[in-house]
Nanobody
Framework: QVQLVESGGGLVQPGGSLRLSCAASGSIIVINNMGWYRQAAGKERELVATITSGGTTNSADSVKGRFTISRDNGKNTVYLAMNSPKPEDTAVYYC??????????????????WGQGTQVTVSS
């Protein structure tokens, strides 16, 4: 019923900038929290940043001051602006959304959804 599609990943030089986008579509009623997680090779998935529907944000200490999460509720889209990335930020980045949606029986339902992941490589 709901799909999350990410875009914007790729290769970026240390100290550069990159912006990730994640658009949600489907039988959406409202989206609560949205966020970004990442998983580096050989490591567990970890929180990068989250944002509530009202715009309150939370981010990992490792990215504070460098990465900024934002969202456009009208477009059901969440963004991650990555400034001054470091090689240790290299990972697959996944977006996340806590969604109320219409089920096939048209009743409201709630579920967590994840994007397919987008690779970000920070290297010179």
């Amino acid at each position: 019923q709901v799909q999350l599609v990410e875009s914007g990943g790729g290769l970026v030089q240390p100290g550069g900038s990159l912006r990730l986008s994640c658009a949600a579509s489907g039988s959406i009623i409202v989206i609560n929290n949205m966020g970004w997680y990442r998983q580096a090779a050989g490591k567990e998935r970890e929180l990068v940043a989250t944002i509530t529907s009202g715009g309150t944000t939370n981010s990992a200490d490792s990215v504070k001051g460098r990465f900024t999460i934002s969202r456009d509720n009208g477009k059901n889209t969440v963004y991650l602006a990555m400034n001054s990335p470091k090689p240790e930020d290299t990972a697959v980045y996944y977006c996340y959304a806590d969604v109320y949606y219409r089920g096939r029986d048209y009743n409201p339902r709630r579920s967590d959804y994840w994007g397919q992941g987008t690779q970000v490589t920070v290297s010179s």
